[in-house]
């Protein structure tokens, strides 16, 4: 069974930073791409970073130049390094890994940012 397992949210002053893990675990193939979603109270759901298998980053304008997508394909792990937090940055954040069969989600990290 497949799961993906984030850690890393919490509460943090503006300005401040986070980094947020996911790692799959129960997927016998290697990972293709793999994302980070976030979904604020009241809003849809909306792509943060996304990270192909070679690497290759994109990232919602908002968070280009703060945010930071990477990933370590022997670990089966994929962060998310967020700088310079604002109060707009505070949701519930996804992992998201598609396959040919299905999308799995990570049951999501709180991220709250203090003003």
């Known amino acids: 069974q497949v799961q993906l397992v984030e850690s890393g949210g919490g509460l943090v002053q503006a300005g401040g930073s986070l980094r947020l893990s996911c790692t799959v675990s129960?997927?016998?193939?290697?990972?293709?791409?793999m994302g980070w979603y976030r979904q604020a109270p009241g809003k849809e759901r909306e792509l943060v970073a996304a990270?192909?298998?070679?690497?290759?980053?994109n990232y919602a304008d908002s968070v280009k130049g703060r945010f930071t997508i990477a990933r370590d394909n022997r670990k089966k792990t994929v962060y998310l390094q967020m700088n310079s937090l604002k109060t707009e940055d505070t949701a519930v954040y996804y992992c998201?890994?598609?396959?040919?069969?299905?999308?799995?989600w990570g049951q999501g990290t709180q991220v709250t940012v203090s003003s």
């Open positions: 998201n890994f598609p396959t040919v069969d299905r999308t799995y």
């Open positions: 990270i192909s298998r070679d690497g290759i980053t």
């Open positions: 129960g997927y016998i193939f290697g990972l293709g791409a």
